[in-house]
């Protein structure tokens, strides 16, 4: 399975704490975009696709959710739940997200720009795309 956890590098002190990401550093990639969630309720679930090239960590700054993350042979389940914590997916794996916490808040660092062709939106195309 392409992904795993990555531990964010926490300084602090009595007066709180701070995470500073670096490209290349602390992210196995050059960051291209940054975009976030916010705002979706519990009963939606969001995702249901997958990437050819691009890879992407996902931190929950706030709140949690769960993935589900599909290889197309075996399918995990992660819980993200801590602004220290980031989920890495690299290329090729199906995901979806579900159980939004209210106020679930997530960020997402990608290694390209968008380009709706990077996309697989469908799970028997994502299948299909595996056996090429």
Not at 23 to 51: C, Q, W
Not at 55 to 63: H, N, S
Not at 100 to 111: D, E, N, P, Q
Request: hydrophobic content about 35%; some cysteine; glycine content about 6%.
């Amino acid at each position: 399975m392409n992904y795993k956890l990555i531990d964010m590098p926490v300084h602090g002190d009595k007066r709180g704490k701070l995470v500073a990401i670096e490209n290349l550093k602390d992210i196995p990639f050059e960051i291209k975009r940054v975009y976030y969630m916010f705002d979706t309720l519990p009963n939606e679930s969001r995702g249901y696709h997958a990437h050819k090239d691009l890879e992407q960590v996902i931190i929950a700054m706030d709140g949690a959710c769960r993935f589900v993350l599909d290889d197309g042979v075996n399918r995990e389940t992660i819980l993200l739940n801590r602004p220290d914590v980031g989920l890495y997916i690299g290329p090729g794996m199906w995901r979806e997200m579900h159980d939004f916490s209210y106020g679930c808040k997530l960020v997402v660092l990608a290694s390209k720009y968008y380009d709706e062709k990077e996309y697989i939106r469908n799970y028997d195309d994502f299948l299909a795309s595996l056996k090429k």
